[in-house]
């Protein structure tokens, strides 16, 4: 999916530019229901230790805290400067850590770690390494060269001096939030961050011996131009990342408190919308970054776009990951699991997670046990996001279908996507084209059970394709 640069038809985007789900999971987080409790974890978690060959684990930690809000953030963050307030968080994530690992057998090998957030570095590198010995003594983390340990920096709150300590705790790839480097942006969104800082923190990475060094960017903010985000990505591209996640914004501000912030007249309409991830796609792809699909690029040698190719890219909560073959084990408020055939989510307010460990509780306030269709669903569109096909042969030989029968009505509602040219049948595959790629979402919706079209797909707790 790599290899051919998406062509851009800006009325056909435009037509196809309706809200849908981002597809981190299948099913979506709002199918999770109540009913799924710590019980139903702890039984998902010993069925997961039965494998022949037992599955590895990839670890995620949420830390929630943030010094400033960012006005565009949807995340699960708490703003606040007082930093006693991460010890006394630590102490519980020490107790779910604990509770957790007990669940699951000791040859599980953990793979992958990754520190997200809110700002995971609100947290000191004492702290940090703190944890991840924690978590070391509790699980079997796989060799150093093997293992991903990796973090969502900010660079306004980094001490380059601080990264050669995240290093020798492990650390081996970052992710830096930088969104768009005019000042003017900068402004409307609260988050005022310069060049050289970021650069600083980049070339710090890449000194302590970082395998992978990320930059988020985001299109669609208040205050966005053509010019001043084309000199945005000419910044960018003298860093040089080894991957780049160029991100729509997604103005929701029933849903997300801080974007009411934001003056809804400083947006950029549509069309100027369409034409900045144009040229974002344009200069990253005829700088040498693949684009690996829903808003992710990253340089040919990188393990991102070699996993593609070879057909072992994954796509989780954390977006996409080089670990196919692993549950996903989520600790601190808000996480997500993906354990087996089930999904669990931790409480998203600090008090109610805080009162389920005081009570010596796994902290599980909703989750779903996947039906065998939602297993074949979410096998599809995992082949979707990750590979850009749906192998229509190789699902009907592993689910025991015929294909065209099982998903009569998914097809008939991939009919105009195919007319307009996003999706095109090959032997035993169904294959978006360069123009689809763009439009992975509308092709993955046309198989979501879940949803009730149209009116599921207009509400509000969706951001837009585009």
Not at 434 to 453: H, K, P, T, V
Request: aromatic share 8%.
């Amino acid at each position: 999916m790599a290899t051919t640069v998406p062509t851009i038809d800006r009325g056909l985007l435009e037509r196809y530019n309706r809200p849908g789900p981002r597809y981190t999971s299948y099913p979506t987080a709002p199918q999770f229901r109540e009913a799924f409790g710590e019980a139903e974890l702890r039984a998902a978690a010993t069925a997961s230790n039965g494998d022949p060959i037992p599955r590895r684990l990839s670890l995620y930690v949420h830390v929630p805290f943030c010094t400033s809000p960012c006005f565009y953030c949807g995340c699960n963050r708490i703003i606040t400067r007082d930093k006693a307030r991460a010890e006394v968080y630590l102490a519980r994530l020490y107790r779910e850590i604990a509770l957790t690992a007990d669940l699951f057998d000791r040859d599980r090998e953990v793979i992958q770690l990754h520190f997200g957030g809110g700002t995971p570095n609100f947290l000191s590198p004492g702290q940090l390494g703190e944890v991840v010995e924690t978590l070391r003594r509790h699980f079997h983390f796989a060799a150093a060269r093997d293992s991903d340990i990796s973090i969502e920096l900010d660079p306004r709150f980094v001490d380059p001096a601080d990264i050669a300590a995240l290093g020798r705790i492990g650390f081996n790839r970052a992710s830096l939030g930088v969104q768009d480097f005019d000042p003017d942006v900068q402004a409307a969104v609260n988050r005022i961050q310069s060049v050289d800082e970021t650069r600083a923190v980049v070339d710090a990475c890449r000194d302590a011996g970082f395998r992978s060094v990320n930059i988020d960017l985001i299109y669609g903010l208040p205050r966005q131009s053509l010019g001043g985000f084309e000199r945005t990505l000419d910044r960018v591209l003298e860093i040089h990342p080894d991957r780049l996640a160029v991100y729509s914004y997604a103005h929701l501000p029933d849903l997300f408190r801080a974007q009411k912030h934001i003056v809804a007249e400083d947006l950029p309409p549509p069309d100027l919308k369409l034409a900045l991830m144009h040229m974002a796609i344009s200069r990253l792809t005829a700088a040498g970054y693949a684009y690996i699909g829903m808003d992710h690029f990253a340089l040919p040698d990188d393990e991102l776009a070699t996993a593609q190719a070879r057909g072992g890219l994954h796509r989780n909560f954390m977006g996409y990951t080089t670990h196919a073959d692993s549950d996903l084990i989520g600790l601190g408020v808000s996480s997500i699991s993906h354990i087996g055939s089930t999904f669990s989510q931790n409480p998203r307010d600090l008090l109610s997670w805080e009162t389920a460990l005081d009570e010596g509780r796994l902290p599980v306030f909703r989750g779903l046990h996947l039906s065998e269709d939602d297993e074949l669903r979410a096998d599809l569109i995992q082949s979707l996001m990750c590979q850009g096909a749906i192998p229509v042969a190789a699902l009907e030989r592993r689910y025991g279908i015929q294909f065209d029968r099982y998903f009569h009505d998914a097809l008939h509602a991939l009919e105009p996507l195919e007319a307009d040219g996003l999706v095109r049948r090959e032997d035993g595959c169904i294959v978006a084209t360069s123009q689809g790629r763009l439009l992975l979402r509308n092709i993955a919706m046309c198989f979501d059970a879940y949803l009730d079209r149209p009116a599921d797909i207009a509400r509000p707790r969706f951001s837009r394709a585009i």
